[in-house]
Structure formats: C-alpha cells, structure tokens
C-alpha cells in the first residue's frame, strides 16, 4: 500500500534555509503536494509538483522530485518566524496518503 | 466563499455516547473526506466519497459511519464514542479524486472520556 515517510522535526535559525524531506511509495502519483498546517488550523496547500518535473520554484519555495528514488524535498529559503509550522508531504490529492508532518521551529 | 465547514470545533463526550460531525463545502466539489489527526501519527483517512450517494472505507474505517445524501454536505457519525477516537478530525474536498488541491476544514476537536 501507499506510505508516506518524513522527519518529525526540524530547527533552523531565522534567514537560514530549511529543507524538509519526504520518501514515498506510490510511484503512479500523478502529483505530489506540501500542505501547512499552522496551530490550531486545517491543513493548506503550499505548492505541488507534476510527477514528471524535477523541479518547482516558487518565490522562497523549491520543491526537488527525484522521481527514481521517489524522494520529495521542500526548501525555504531565508526561513523566517511566520514558516514556523507543521509540513505535510502527500501523494496523489483525494484520497491522498500523508505524511506524519514535520515540525518547522525557526528560531529569532 | 466559506470553502469547508466543519461543526462543532469542540466537543467532549462520554464513553458510549453518539454524536455526528457536520461538513459541508460550497465549491461544488465532488471528492470528500473525513480525516483524523494524532500526535506523531499524521492524518489517517478515516471515509471518503467520490460523489453524492457514493462512500468508501479508507485506512481506519472502524466505528465511523457516513453517508453523501448531497454533493454539500459528508457527516461524519460516532455511534458509541471510545476514548481511542478522542483526536482532532477534519473535513476536506476537492474537485476529483486524484487531481488538484484538497481543501480542509478547520477541524473538529472531540475528546472522548
């Protein structure tokens, strides 16, 4: 079945580049997305990428697909107070499999 | 535009009891989807329907039910509550299944005693 694997925690100082990563298993996932989920809220889409791109960049946000290792990562760049949140990775989008979410703490 | 609803946000109850979590969407979305969420365990799919009249069983179906009378409205029910579904569950929808973004309510808080 479908597994999605990430770190739990990550700690960076603010301006610092943060890069959370994720393993999946489902390689028929069509795309492969990063939700945010801040304290006491739903889950929110951050960014996405098409299964046949490598990568995506968006203002501070880069996503890298390594589609045969079916390795996911998300970088932030100059990681600010505002990031600090729970990261989930997830594949396919209905009935989408998550991962356990990784803490992002950034420190002032 | 007021996306996912989900009611009520907090809710205590006793081993035993019953009670429905509401959810409803006005994006006219036919995927829906009851999620729960626990510490260290990410968010498990709980039911899913792929559109009015239709429901699935996903990875923890046991003591759940739903039903898709509408494309609006997927209530979650709890016919005898147990501690281990105290968690925090929520509500999402998108377009199709297997495609585009899910959206999420803001979720549902029920702790079971």
């Known amino acids: 079945g479908e597994d999605v694997e990430q770190s739990l925690f990550l700690s960076v100082r603010e301006g610092d580049s943060s890069v959370i990563n994720c393993t999946y298993t489902?390689?028929?996932?069509?795309?492969l997305y990063w939700y945010k989920q801040e304290p006491g809220a739903g889950l929110q889409l951050l960014t996405y990428?098409?299964?046949?791109?490598d990568m995506k960049q968006d203002q501070r946000l880069t996503v890298l697909l390594n589609k045969k290792d079916k390795h996911l990562s998300l970088r932030i760049a100059d990681t600010q107070t505002g990031d600090s949140a729970i990261y989930f990775c997830?594949?396919?989008?209905?009935?989408?499999?998550f991962g356990d979410g990784t803490t992002l703490t950034v420190k002032p | 535009n007021a996306g996912v609803t989900q009611t009520p946000k907090f809710q205590v109850l006793k081993t035993g009891q019953s009670m429905t979590l509401q959810c409803a969407q006005d994006m006219n979305h036919e995927y829906m989807s009851w999620y729960r969420q626990d510490p260290g365990m990410g968010l498990r799919l709980i039911h899913y329907?792929?559109?009015?009249?239709?429901?699935d069983q996903g990875e923890v179906p046991n003591g759940y039910n739903v039903s898709r009378s509408t494309t609006e409205d997927f209530p979650l029910r709890l016919l005898s509550a147990a501690p281990s579904q105290t968690s925090v569950y929520f509500c999402a929808s998108s377009y199709g299944a297997g495609t585009g973004e899910l959206f999420f309510g803001e979720g549902s808080r029920l702790t079971v005693l």
């Open positions: 990428i098409f299964s046949n791109m």
């Open positions: 489902d390689s028929s996932s069509t795309y």
């Open positions: 329907s792929v559109g009015a009249g239709i429901t």
């Open positions: 997830a594949e396919n989008a209905g009935k989408s499999t």
